[in-house]
């Protein structure tokens, strides 16, 4: 039975969902290994969602600890078809400002010690991933950013940089010359898997400062961030709270079909024990 059509990912700051009825929790184990957290199951709105703290509950795990995989395949199997995925990230752009909340639709990778695919090991794939975001859930964001009266701004690029320290100021001055908007450690990989996973995804990056590209950015005390990280926590409760009313139950994107063509390998050489791991993604077409 299907437990949650609708999952949120609790990036720094929102480590829980407020207004979900009926609640437990789920601990599950994925062929991938064991998520950041158990999945905290309820109604939100009418709607079942599935929610998970990105970093544990008590942000115990760095953005490279994190396994991805477990996230996004444990999302699959309590049956969630869109994720809604927020985050905390820096602004390279002066119009960004703190408190801002951005929904981008590219992402710059700057990544290099993270497991990026549920492929691998006697199976090819390849999905299109020319616009990594499901343009539905995104658009939904910024409707209820609206909504709730937060300040939202549709698209952008967002860099995803391995961490956990915080860019030097050539590389924030360099990823400010590429044109990129935001800067975070998270969501890249969640896209991307997701996008395997054939499920619909979007992120709503909080700005909580500055990054240090800015002259006033020695300034800002640690203080000054939590009380934005908390601010902007608040404010993601509630507009992720409209966005999973005004969802529509209808899904009209391709993403539900991103592997349809996708697998190259001869389905005889795929390896029985990779099958079978990856049945929940690839059983139909095989």
């Not at 109604?43 to 990105?54: D, H, I, N, S, Y």
């Not at 990594?132 to 549709?154: E, H, I, L, M, Q």
């Not at 079909?257 to 390998?265: G, S």
Request: proline share 3%; hydrophobic share 40%; charged share 25%.
């Amino acid at each position: 039975m299907k437990k949650a059509e609708i999952g949120i990912i609790g990036g720094s700051g929102l480590y829980a969902m407020p207004g979900l009825t009926d609640v437990h929790e789920e601990k599950i184990t994925t062929p991938f290994g064991d998520p950041s957290d158990a999945f905290i199951l309820g109604e939100l709105e009418g709607r079942k969602v599935a929610f998970l703290a990105r970093h544990g509950r008590g942000h115990r795990l760095l953005p490279s600890e994190l396994n991805f995989r477990a996230n996004i395949y444990g999302m699959k199997m309590l049956g969630v078809e869109r994720i809604l995925s927020v985050s905390a990230v820096g602004s390279l752009k002066e119009e960004h400002k703190p408190t801002d909340f951005v929904m981008p639709d590219q992402f710059i990778d700057r990544t290099f010690a993270r497991k990026s695919t549920f492929f691998g090991e006697g199976i090819v794939a390849h999905v299109a991933f020319g616009d990594p975001v499901c343009a539905t859930v995104s658009s939904v964001f910024k409707k209820a950013c609206d909504t709730v009266g937060v300040v939202g701004k549709s698209g952008g690029t967002y860099v995803c940089m391995e961490g956990p320290q915080f860019s030097t100021r050539a590389e924030s001055n360099l990823y400010r010359s590429w044109g990129a908007d935001v800067i975070g450690m998270t969501n890249l990989q969640e896209a991307k898997l997701a996008r395997e996973a054939e499920i619909c995804y979007a992120t709503m990056a909080m700005v909580t400062d500055y990054d240090c590209w800015h002259e006033g950015h020695d300034d800002v005390t640690v203080d000054q961030i939590v009380a934005v990280m908390h601010q902007n926590a608040t404010n993601a409760q509630k507009v992720v709270r409209a966005a999973v009313a005004a969802l529509p139950q209808e899904k009209t994107c391709a993403c539900g079909d991103a592997l349809k063509y996708a697998i190259l390998t001869d389905r005889k050489a795929i390896p029985a024990e990779t099958k079978q791991r990856l049945d929940l993604l690839i059983g139909k077409y095989l």
